[in-house]
Every structure is written in structure tokens, then in C-alpha cells.
């Protein structure tokens, strides 16, 4: 199966700075089947990008994703509080689908 | 608007069988595929398996041997039952829709909506 790697673990940073997030596949990722989730604590995971790049209904523009291959990155423009949360990246071009580990958004 | 809930016991002996039940409302269960996720507390996710209302399934290959998903179309449901669970099964359990593409031979598919969750402890 394919493992997602994400870094950095925690990435501490203010609102109003540029945030990017890395994932790294173990393998090449087929037709960038690749998707981005925000989970809050005490929430379940919402979706905001799949195909690497399209973002899903009712997700703000600051919030990008992009990359092939093996390396994808989900880039937040301008860090709103809101922001400030635990990303997974989730590759299902191959079975199992599979989840990086997390990165967390802390306020610095 | 499709919304997913989980329901069932929140606690479970060793050894013995996990049940959820997730209702799905706000559209048809037959429209598309469905999966169920798992996260130990404090970790990341895990795809559990799928179905579609046809009864086709496909599940990880990591927990096949004790896993079932099953579905109720007259409810617009779907369970999942876990064999022989042990303390490694402790999670969240989570019921999602699938979207992107699905066929009988496998899904290339991103998970939306989300249910809430719901807490499966494993402990006598």
C-alpha cells in the first residue's frame, strides 16, 4: 500500500501568514488521486480539496492544493482563526485508499 | 442534502463483535458507494471497507478476515460488524460517502460528507 508522509508534524504560525503543508507519497500517485481534509478537535474530517488541485463546495480560495506524482502540497494564503487545525492528505488511485499521519496548525 | 449518523454501542468486550449502523438521510443509499473509517484516539485514519447498495464490497486487506459490511436499502442503511476485537480497535468509527469514481472492481474515490463520528471503546 502506499504510505503518505506529512510534514512538518506541527507547524506554528500567526494569522495572516501563508501556510504549506507537505505530503509525500511512497509511491507515484495515479491520475493525482489525491485529496486534503481540515479536522477540528472533537470533529469529524472535512473535505477541502480532492484531485490534488479542485477545491470542494463552499471552500474558501485561500485554502490551494497542488503537486503530482508523489509530492502534493495544500497551501492556506492568509491563516484566518479558523484555520487552525489538524490537515490529512488521502491518496485513492490505488487500494487501499490510505491517509498521511496529520499535520497540526498551531497559533503561534 | 446527504447526511450520515453512527450509532450503536460504545463499548465493546475483547474478543467479542463491534456493530455500527449508519443511517444515511437526505437522499438514497442506492445513488452511491459508502465506506466506513476509522481513528484511534490521538492517530490517523484508516479505510475499514465500502459498499455499494448492490452488496458489493471491498474491504482492507489488513482487517478482511474480521470484517463485514452489509447493507439495508429499505432503511437506507449500512452496518459494519468487527470480529475478535482487541484493545487495537479502540476509535472513532466514521461512515462516509464516497465520491469520484466507484465500480464493482474497486473505487478511485474521495470520502464527503462525513458522519460525526462515534466512540468505540474496547475494554472488559
Known amino acids: 500500500e502506499i504510505v503518505l508522509t506529512q510534514s512538518p508534524g506541527t507547524l506554528s504560525l500567526s494569522p495572516g501568514e501563508r501556510a504549506t503543508l507537505s505530503c509525500r507519497a511512497s509511491?507515484?500517485?495515479?491520475?493525482?488521486?489525491l485529496a486534503w481534509y481540515q479536522q477540528k478537535p472533537g470533529q469529524a474530517p472535512r473535505l477541502l480539496i480532492y484531485?490534488?488541485?479542485s477545491r470542494a463546495t463552499g471552500i474558501p480560495d485561500r485554502f490551494s492544493g497542488s503537486g503530482s506524482g508523489a509530492d502534493f502540497t495544500l497551501t492556506i494564503s492568509r491563516l484566518e482563526p479558523e484555520d487552525f487545525a489538524v490537515y490529512f492528505c488521502?491518496?485513492?488511485?490505488?487500494?487501499?485508499?490510505?491517509f498521511g499521519q496529520g499535520t497540526k496548525l498551531e497559533i503561534k | 442534502q446527504v447526511q450520515l449518523q453512527e450509532s450503536g454501542p460504545g463499548l465493546v468486550k475483547p474478543s467479542e463483535t463491534l456493530s455500527l449502523t449508519c443511517t444515511v438521510s437526505?437522499?438514497?443509499?442506492?445513488?452511491?458507494?459508502w465506506s466506513w473509517i476509522r481513528q484511534p484516539p490521538g492517530k490517523g485514519l484508516e479505510w475499514i471497507g465500502y459498499i455499494y447498495y448492490s452488496g458489493n464490497t471491498n474491504y482492507n486487506p489488513s482487517l478482511k478476515s474480521r470484517v463485514t459490511i452489509s447493507v439495508d436499502t429499505s432503511k437506507n442503511q449500512f452496518s459494519l460488524k468487527l470480529t475478535s476485537v482487541t484493545a487495537a480497535d479502540t476509535a472513532v468509527y466514521y461512515c462516509?460517502?464516497?465520491?469520484?469514481?466507484?465500480?464493482?472492481?474497486?473505487?478511485?474515490?474521495?470520502?464527503?460528507?462525513w458522519g460525526q463520528g462515534t466512540l468505540v471503546t474496547v475494554s472488559s
Open positions: 488521502q491518496q485513492y488511485g490505488s487500494t487501499p485508499s490510505t
Open positions: 437526505g437522499g438514497s443509499i442506492t445513488s452511491y458507494y
Open positions: 509511491q507515484i500517485v495515479s491520475r493525482s488521486s
Open positions: 462516509v460517502r464516497h465520491l469520484g469514481y466507484c465500480s464493482a472492481t474497486g473505487c478511485s474515490s474521495w470520502f464527503d460528507p
Open positions: 484531485g490534488a488541485s
